[in-house]
């Protein structure tokens, strides 16, 4: 039966669970009402799709408006370099010749370039010698994770808790939209934010492509959390909905917290 509408939650209240923005005992509340209502659970995902989508959009018209960051700098030393020898000062003393205040600007400019690249990609990414790039979490921009409306009866019924063998024509999208078209696939696990097995959506804001290595915080390490937020879920010890959010919020975070290290165990290294 569906709730009389006073009963359910009001966008605001949504919108601020999303964001994290509910006092301790107000976030209690709307996630057990959450739990219970189908109705509310289905309009918080439409709201995180929706927000997910402006995301999306902003990010890459506001990308497209950013000059790479190499030729300018280029072609400033080049400038400098010119200015200097015609004055006949060493490059260098030209260099630190320059008023306090263009040195701010530069600076100013340079920290503005590093908070965009922050902010528009934030995930810990770092290269590896042999030229993976180790992407341990996901862009929630692109990645903010989907999941099924299903209860907790209807996920732990499911027999197979292994994640779905993802489509080839879906991961070469999953690669293209986090800028990684040559990357070789053997490397990368497509994997879901959200594990099917926690009823994670075939969607791909539920997909990113996780490292295989480079890394140790990688998709064997998160298979290890994944079972075990299923075990803790379908034994009554953990409700769904809180499983699902810890892991897509960042399942980093939630390794450490539901297994109790701040690293991986050594199985998995």
Same mark, same amino acid.
């Given at each position: 039966?569906?709730?009389?509408?006073?009963?359910?939650?009001?966008?605001?209240?949504?919108?601020?669970?999303?964001?994290?923005?509910?006092?301790?005992?107000?976030?209690?509340?709307?996630?057990?009402?959450?739990?219970?209502?189908?109705?509310?659970?289905?309009?918080?995902?439409?709201?995180?799709?929706?927000?997910?989508?402006?995301?999306?959009?902003?990010?890459?018209?506001?990308?497209?408006?950013?000059?790479?960051?190499?030729?300018?700098?280029?072609?400033?030393?080049?400038?400098? &370099?010119? $200015? *200097?020898?015609?004055? /006949?000062?060493?490059?260098?003393?030209? %260099?630190?010749?320059? !008023? #306090?205040?263009?040195?701010? &600007?530069? $600076? *100013?400019?340079?920290? /503005?370039?590093?908070?965009?690249?922050? %902010?528009?990609?934030? !995930? #810990?990414?770092?290269?590896? &010698?042999?030229?993976?790039v180790a992407v341990p979490v996901p862009n929630p921009s692109l990645t903010p994770g989907a999941a099924v409306l299903a209860s907790e009866k209807e996920v732990c019924?499911?027999?197979?808790?292994?994640?779905?063998?993802?489509?080839?024509?879906?991961?070469?999208?999953?690669?293209?939209?986090?800028?990684?078209?040559?990357?070789?696939?053997?490397?990368?696990?497509?994997?879901?934010?959200?594990?099917?097995?926690?009823?994670?959506?075939?969607?791909?804001?539920?997909?990113?492509?996780?490292?295989?290595?480079?890394?140790?915080?990688?998709?064997?390490?998160?298979?290890?959390?994944?079972?075990?937020?299923?075990?803790?879920?379908?034994?009554?010890?953990?409700?769904?909905?809180?499983?699902?959010?810890?892991?897509?919020?960042?399942?980093?975070?939630?390794?450490?917290?539901?297994?109790?290290?701040?690293?991986?165990?050594?199985?998995?290294?």
């Open positions: 039966m569906m709730l009389p509408q006073e009963s359910h939650l009001s966008d605001q209240e949504l919108l601020m669970a999303a964001d994290g923005e509910l006092s301790e005992r107000d976030d209690s509340r709307v996630q057990m009402h959450l739990s219970a209502c189908w109705h509310c659970r289905t309009r918080k995902q439409e709201i995180e799709t929706a927000i997910g989508e402006f995301i999306r959009i902003h990010r890459r018209t506001f990308a497209m408006q950013i000059p790479p960051a190499a030729g300018p700098r280029a072609l400033l030393k080049a400038r400098l &370099a010119q $200015l *200097a020898e015609k004055q /006949g000062i060493p490059w260098l003393h030209w %260099f630190r010749a320059i !008023s #306090w205040r263009l040195s701010s &600007a530069l $600076l *100013a400019a340079s920290c /503005g370039l590093a908070a965009i690249s922050y %902010f528009t990609f934030h !995930s #810990w990414v770092g290269r590896e &010698a042999g030229g993976v019924s499911e027999s197979n808790t292994k994640n779905k063998v993802v489509p080839v024509a879906l991961q070469r999208r999953v690669f293209d939209e986090y800028g990684m078209r040559p990357a070789n696939p053997s490397a990368y696990e497509i994997d879901y934010l959200i594990t099917p097995a926690l009823g994670g959506a075939d969607d791909i804001h539920n997909l990113w492509p996780q490292s295989n290595g480079g890394t140790v915080w990688n998709a064997q390490v998160k298979d290890e959390l994944e079972d075990h937020l299923r075990d803790l879920v379908c034994d009554g010890q953990l409700d769904l909905a809180t499983a699902q959010r810890d892991i897509a919020s960042n399942w980093i975070e939630a390794y450490k917290k539901y297994l109790h290290t701040d690293q991986p165990l050594t199985r998995f290294r």
